[in-house]
């Protein structure tokens, strides 16, 4: 049964193929309840939102969830007519609304190469295509070659460092570091069971 005092108190604000699955594997082989991409057959980013507008709390249908790894859902529907598109780890003034709320939550901006990123999200299944036929929060639809990508990518990264950059609650983390393991240790001020690559890119080993 979940403890419903129980809220995230780690969330990922980074994007996807930057090692997400990565995160959640270690989060769960470390004792910690973590929800990545779908919760309860239905889209985590969806389900913050819902929280958000429905109750005043972004985290309102996660309880007894200690961690998110990926609040992002992009997908197309028969044909391409339906689209769905929710990308709150991308939404600044969520963020913010989430740091008022949850002071003592931690974020993890989690980043390797946003060149590596954009390729291995142009490789991911239909990502991109994905991504061209929807509207995401500082891409509009019908962008997403690689090099709008790798932009998009890169001013998120620069927008997270400049507003979080004083706040001890947030981690800037390059999962390629070879110290990346300790350094999410020493931050969550806990062992980490374990670390690694997950998740890879079967088109490209070195993906995470």
Same mark, same amino acid.
């Given at each position: ?18 090692? /997400? ?12 309840? *973590? ?6 057959k239905?889209?985590?980013?969806? &389900? ?32 391409? &007519? ?13 963020? +913010? ?11 993890? &901006? ?9 390729? *291995?999200?142009?490789?991911? *299944? !239909? ?5 061209i036929? /929807? ?10 070659? +690689? ?9 998120h ?11 001890? !609650?947030?981690?800037? &983390? ?13 931050? +969550? ?9 997950a ?10």
């Open positions: 049964m979940n403890d419903k005092s129980v809220k995230p108190s780690i969330i990922v604000i980074g994007f996807p193929k930057s090692g /997400t699955t990565t995160l959640q594997k270690a989060f769960e082989n470390s004792g910690m309840r *973590s929800v990545h991409w779908r919760w309860n239905k889209s985590v980013g969806k &389900l913050i939102y819902d929280g958000w507008y429905d109750e005043g709390d972004p985290f309102f249908h996660f309880d007894g969830i200690d961690a998110i790894t990926q609040m992002d859902y992009c997908k197309i529907r028969l044909f391409g &007519l339906v689209h769905h598109s929710y990308w709150p780890n991308l939404d600044i003034a969520l963020l +913010l609304a989430i740091r008022k709320m949850y002071p003592e939550c931690k974020f993890i &901006l989690n980043y390797r190469p946003p060149a590596k990123t954009a390729n *291995s999200i142009s490789r991911w *299944s !239909n990502f991109q295509k994905r991504l036929r /929807t509207d995401c929060i500082g891409l509009p639809k019908n962008r997403g070659n +690689l090099e709008e990508v790798e932009r998009w990518i890169v001013t990264i620069d927008a997270v460092r400049q507003v979080f950059r004083d706040d001890s !609650n947030f981690l800037d &983390l390059d999962i390629t570091s070879e110290t990346a393991g300790e350094e999410l240790e020493s931050f +969550l001020g806990r062992e980490i069971g374990w670390w690694g690559v998740n890879k890119n079967v088109k490209r080993v070195a993906d995470s």
